[in-house]
């Protein structure tokens, strides 16, 4: 009896969660303007309104390119910065490891609003060159990416290095050789990290980018507001295919690492 | 002679980037909040945010959004996490992913979604405003919740169960005097994780009823009035409650930094 109430809460909780977006995924093969209206059954047409509409695909296009972008930006900034802490004294260390905390803590509006008025007000840079955006996407991903690499560091066996430099390895060699492979677990969850947060940005988006750009998130949000019906049942296309490319990538990196896991046993 | 190569230097570029891009905006937002439009230094900003009933009510609004949202989550996400962690399901990991897939999911469109139900359910929205934005708050930050309390409950040693119920304590003390205080870390970093945002996070009740009453809207209005004085002002009052729940948490919680969706 109770393990059976344990499950039933979990039902609960699983239907609070994925209701809305599942019938929002149903809804969004019909052609009603919103959900319960009557439909008169099934429809592509929020399908094709997606891919049709120009500003919509530049919209998608341009969020995930600014993800991408950044976070390779970020995660080579990070990598470079996470090593040189790890060897560096330990004033130096725990000084980057604590300013590296700051926009990990911070709520992103402050850290939004307060490159916006570093960059924009202040330095006069125009929003429309990007850089008030990039550079703000960068802020607030490289930190993550940090702090995923720190423990890999520590795992690390430290001879290694030492061993490839008695044999003669320059010590450029060593870093991209020998140190950089052990660390790339962390490297590649670390722009994984760094892609979805900037995916899922909206604060620093908003106070940085130009007029005329918009990500997913803040087109989202004006489009909740206005009272176009094309537009916002357009979305949900967009949400239900978002929905299922996340399930199908969650489900693929279960697959791969239980294969890894596998593999790692049957070789031992 | 070769140049020497040292691995200290780096993290130059990265240090360099986090002072002019972390530290300085900062500073830049401290001056702004006690200078007025002509760049002269005034309290002015500070006596009419603490004098203002309208701004005073907005903080306190905002706590009460907060800490019922927190509440709710820790309510809904501690059984939760417990059943997960104690259950012997083969698949637990497999499990604990449905709860906190929506991590990846934009929160922009779940919102949307959010909003199309209750709208379905209530009719007219904005009717319910307290109760939609800790619904709509509670939805978004739900898996932030699960993740920390989950990885505190399924790290903690069974031998101390079986040496509890040894002793002669009933399941109810168990969980009381064992269970739960060794989960403290993973409360206190799920209640980070959610309190902050929710004082902020003003687009969740933005997109679900057009208007907001939250601390972040008053950055986001300021922002629009191209005032940044007053917006770095409420930015350094955020700074400040931000600071002190850093520290108050700091001597709980353990060191991880993967409540953010690390789990790939």
Redesign the interface.
């Known amino acids: 009896m109770k393990k059976y109430l344990?499950i039933i809460?979990?039902v609960l909780?699983?239907a609070?969660?994925y209701?809305?977006?599942v019938?929002?995924a149903v809804?969004s093969f019909t052609d009603a303007s919103?959900?319960?209206a009557s439909a008169n059954g099934f429809s592509f047409k929020n399908y094709v309104n997606l891919f049709a509409d120009e500003g919509l695909r530049n919209m998608i296009f341009g969020t995930i390119v600014l993800a991408v972008v950044c976070a390779a930006v970020s995660t080579v900034?990070?990598t470079?910065?996470?090593?040189?802490?790890f060897?560096?004294?330990k004033v130096?260390k725990s000084l980057?490891n604590a300013?590296?905390q700051?926009?990990?803590?911070?709520?992103?509006?402050?850290?939004g609003?307060?490159?916006?008025?570093?960059l924009i007000?202040?330095m006069q840079v125009s929003k429309d060159t990007y850089i008030p955006l990039g550079?703000g996407h960068?802020?607030l991903t490289?930190p993550?990416v940090?702090?995923?690499i720190?423990p890999k560091l520590k795992q690390m066996d430290n001879s290694l290095y030492e061993a490839a430099l008695d044999l003669g390895a320059?010590?450029?060699q060593a870093?991209f050789k020998v140190v950089i492979p052990q660390l790339i677990p962390g490297i590649l969850?670390g722009f994984?990290?760094a892609v979805?947060?900037s995916?899922?940005d909206?604060?620093v988006t908003t106070?940085t980018k130009p007029s005329t750009f918009d990500t997913?998130?803040t087109y989202?949000?004006n489009a909740?507001?206005g009272s176009q019906t094309e537009a916002?049942t357009a979305?949900?296309a967009?949400?239900t295919l978002?929905?299922i490319v996340?399930?199908v990538?969650?489900v693929l990196?279960?697959v791969l690492s239980g294969r890894k896991k596998e593999k790692k046993n049957e070789s031992r | 002679m070769k140049l020497r190569f040292n691995r200290k230097q780096l993290c130059i570029p990265y240090a360099v980037f986090l002072i002019l891009f972390v530290i300085f905006p900062l500073l830049v937002l401290v001056y702004h909040a006690f200078t007025n439009g002509q760049g002269k230094f005034t309290f002015s900003n500070f006596t009419a945010f603490f004098s203002s009933t309208n701004t005073l009510g907005t903080l306190l609004y905002s706590f009460a959004v907060a800490a019922v949202t927190t509440l709710v989550c820790l309510a809904i996400a501690y059984p939760t996490a417990y059943i997960l962690a104690r259950s012997n399901f083969k698949k637990k990991y497999a499990l604990l992913l449905l709860f906190i897939l929506p991590m990846w999911i934009n929160f922009t469109l779940r919102v949307t979604a959010l909003k199309e139900i209750l709208t379905l359910i209530e009719g007219n929205i904005s009717k319910y405003q307290f109760f939609n934005s800790v619904t709509g708050m509670t939805y978004d930050f739900l898996p932030f919740m699960i993740l920390p309390l989950y990885t505190s409950l399924s790290k903690l040693d069974k031998s101390y169960l079986e040496a509890a119920a040894d002793l002669g304590a009933g399941k109810f003390t168990t969980f009381m005097r064992v269970t739960l205080p060794l989960s403290v870390p993973g409360i206190i970093s799920g209640v980070t994780m959610v309190f902050l945002p929710s004082m902020t996070n003003y687009v969740v009740l933005d997109m679900l009823y057009n208007s907001t009453y939250i601390m972040g809207s008053l950055i986001g209005s300021y922002f629009s009035a191209y005032d940044w004085n007053n917006g770095a002002l409420i930015s350094l009052v955020l700074l400040v409650i931000i600071f002190i729940v850093t520290l108050a948490t700091n001597r709980f919680s353990e060191k991880d930094s993967g409540n953010r969706g690390t789990l790939l």
Do not use: Q
């Open positions: 344990g809460w979990l909780v699983l609070f969660i209701v809305p977006v019938v929002l809804y919103m959900v319960g900034l990070a470079f910065g996470a090593i040189g802490a060897y560096s004294k130096t980057l300013v590296n700051i926009p990990v803590v911070n709520a992103d509006i402050v850290t609003f307060s490159i916006c008025v570093l007000v202040i550079l960068i802020v490289a993550f940090y702090l995923s720190l320059t010590p450029a870093l969850s994984m990290l979805t947060l995916l899922d909206y604060f106070y997913i998130s989202v949000v909740t507001k916002k979305l949900w967009l949400s978002i929905f996340v399930i990538a969650v990196m279960n």
